[in-house]
Each structure stands twice: as structure tokens, then as C-alpha cells.
């Protein structure tokens, strides 16, 4: 059971805590206890069908990890290029978001709201300036979410119409919604020390209020102390990397299956993390890695990469723009290693690792394993592929089969075993327009032509025509 849990599992990039997983690791628990309390109970030992009701609950999610069927199925090798750059260090500590928030305060009012009404008062455009710039655009708006003045403004359209309490509470559900209900808390600390340091952030706020930023009967103080807790709150790189994979898989939390944003709101969130989310490093961070990510000066990096995965970086020590120097540095060792950036994709461009490449690959050596099992009359071996859900009609490049070598060497249970419990096709052709029966015919192997023959007569979609020919062959010698 330990095996099963702390090896096969995370070797294919699940955690025990995940809560997917639950009611198998809760069975495992009863029958450990029940071990435990039980001399005559076999200690760490289940039998087989003590296996299968323990993991029928979750037997899709774990059948599809042991067939490697998750975004990046080489889970481990993946890991490992990972460990090369990268020091894991400690995931479950608690740090504050800083800016980090601001793109998720951004998606949940886009969440709430239409892209219209919020853009009606904050822009789509980088600065060109400090993050904390006493400035507006062209418009006389902030220029987008991802700096102060933009953030703070959408703070006032975030749940507008509720008390202050109210909308930190509906903030902090929907950020525990992202993770999956994973760890986010606050930190009171880290807020008083914002709102005691708040002079800039005051002076933003009267400087909009004077050029008629906000929506109409905005209480300027309420927002700005609603901002600085939203800045306060906390979450870990486990928890925080959730919230990225949900924005990766398009506002469905990875973790629970629950829709949190949909997907329009997604989509300008990681376009405006994609070009204002680093600070003043945002075009040269666009240029070099060239995904959506957001940084918070407490040291902690949001990186998005769209359908395949979220990253979260902790390492506080800064560099001259606010961003974590070892995160961003780590960024820039993955898209030169993994085929990750925005434009990998083109034509003639360097060829990189593609941790998501394992499907085509394994395809060709699936057929190379049922064929070489087929040839060598692998029973075994052929019903392990069969469980696993293997197409077991794959062919090779001559449009040979397991059913046409296994004919061919006259394995009778293999045959058997291909036509009655896998349900290939008799009428199978290779690109000499052979069939399994004509090479059984071919190399002498009559009660293998038989069984093959019978089969092309009773099969309920029979093409007629071999059929004809199948019964002149049978009879011919």
C-alpha cells in the first residue's frame, strides 16, 4: 500500500493529499487501522480484490495516470530536468501574494462583470513606468490591472455593492475555490505594515478620484484598505501553483473539477499578465519566455503555461525591477530547455524537449511491443496491453497486426484471444492485401486458418466478397 501511495502515485505526478483521491486513501487508511488492531491481519499486504475496492472510487484518475495519459505523462524524467535548474525547497511555506493578487482580483470582476463595463475604467496597455507611477493613460485611466493605480480601481469594481467584510470574504472563497481548497489565509501583519507605508498608494487614489477614476459614490478610504488586505493575503507555492494550473486549464480547477472563471475571463487575464505582469521587466520577460506570468515583491513568481500547466516560485531576494531574481532566472532556464515559449510552435525554430510528446512517441513503440508480443506468443503480455486499454489493432508501417503475426507463426490462443476478447477484425489487411487467414493459409497453420475462417463468416459486419473467397480457400486443398 505504502508502494502504491508515496512511489507509483507520485512517480506519475499525484500527491497523496490530492483531493481527488480521497476515498482511496481513506480506504487504504481503514484497512491499515484494521491491520493494525488485528493480529492475525497481515501487516502493509492487501490481496487483489481488496486493491480494487479500495481504488474503484477513483479508478479514472488513477487509470489515466498509470497509463500516462496526463498532459505531461513522463512525469518523473520531467521532474528531473526540473531539480537541474531548480531547488524545490519549501513549498508549504505561507507568503503574501503582493501583486500577485492583482491579476486574480482582475479575473474574478471580469469573472462578475463584462470586459466593457471594467475597462470603462482601467486601460489594456503596459505603462512604460514604475508600477507605482503617479500617472494615467491617454484616457485618464489607469493604464492596466497589473500596476497599483490599476489594481486599486479595480479593487473599487470588485463586489462593489457589499460591505468591506463581505468582499474580503467573497475574495478569499473565490481564491480557495482556485486552489482547490488548498491553504490561503491572511496575514495582519503584512496589512498593517501596507496600510502604515501607504503614502504613494493614498496620494494614487486622490489623484483618480480628482480625474474621475472610479464608479460614482466610491468611498476612496474603504478601497484602499480593501486593497492592502487583498495584498495581505497568503497562500504556499503548493497552493499558489493550483491557482496557476486552474488559469492554465482555462478557469476549471485541476484539483476539484469546479469551474471558477470562465474562460473569456481567463483569456484577458493571461493576455494582460502575458504583456504588464512583470513590472518594467514585462517586455523583456514577454521576449525571453514569452508566457503569462505576475510577480509580488515578498519574492513569489505566478507562471502560466496555457493547457499544460501552473508554476509558483518563492525566492525573495529581488532584482532592481521587483522580481525575484532565482525566479525569474528559473523561467528563463525552462523555455530554454522545454518547448514552452509562445512561439516554440513555429516552423525551423530550435528544437527543444516537448514534455507533452510522449502520445506520438508511444504510439510507435505500442505497436512495437503488441507486435514483438504477438510474434513470440506473449500471452501474457497481450492481455497486460489489452487492460491497459491498448489498441490492440495497431499496425506498423506495412499495416501488419498482432492478429497477422500471430497467424503467421500459428500462436492459436493468441489468435483466439484477438478475435474473442479483444475484438479485432478478421478482415484486417496489410499493404499487400493479405489478411491474418490468408498468412496462417500461407505457412501451414490449418487449425489457425479454421478458427480465423469461421471468423470471417459469423462476423455480423462481414464484407461478402471475401467471405466467398474465404470459403473457396477452405476448401481448396
Known sequence: ?????DKILSETGLRNSDPRLKETMDNFHDIEMKQLHDEHELRGYITRDTFKECVTDNITLISKALKNQFIIPEWTPFCENIREMFSLGDTQVPFSLQSIVKPLSYALVLNDLTPEVVHKYVGQEPSGKSFNELTL??????????????????????KKELNIADRFDYTMEQLKRLTGGEHVSFNNSVYLSERATADRNFALGYYMRENKCFPDDVDLHEVLEFYFQLCSIETTCESGAVIAATLANGGICPMTGEKVLCAEAVRNTLSLMHSCG????????????????????????????????????????????????????????LVSKFNFHNYDNLKFTQRKIDPRGRAT???AQDVVNLLFSAYNGDVTAMRRYSLLGMDMSLADYDGRTALHLAAAEGHLTIVKFLLEKCDVSPFLEDRWKCTPFDDAKKFGHTETAEILGKAMTSDPDKDTSKMTSVFRSLHSD
Open 1 to 5: 500500500m505504502e508502494d502504491f501511495e
Open 137 to 158: 493613460d491617454y484616457q485618464n485611466k489607469p493604464h492596466n490591472p497589473m500596476i497599483n493605480s490599476g489594481a486599486i480601481v479595480v479593487s473599487s469594481l470588485l
Open 278 to 333: 512583470m513590472y518594467d521587466y514585462s517586455g523583456q520577460f514577454a521576449f525571453t519566455v514569452g508566457l503569462p506570468a505576475k510577480s509580488g515583491v515578498a519574492g513569489g513568481v505566478m507562471l502560466v503555461v496555457p493547457n499544460v500547466m501552473g508554476i509558483f516560485l518563492y525566492a525573495p531576494p529581488l532584482d532592481k525591477w521587483g522580481n525575484s531574481c532565482k525566479g525569474v532566472q528559473f523561467c528563463k532556464n
Open 361 to 363: 512517441e508511444s504510439k
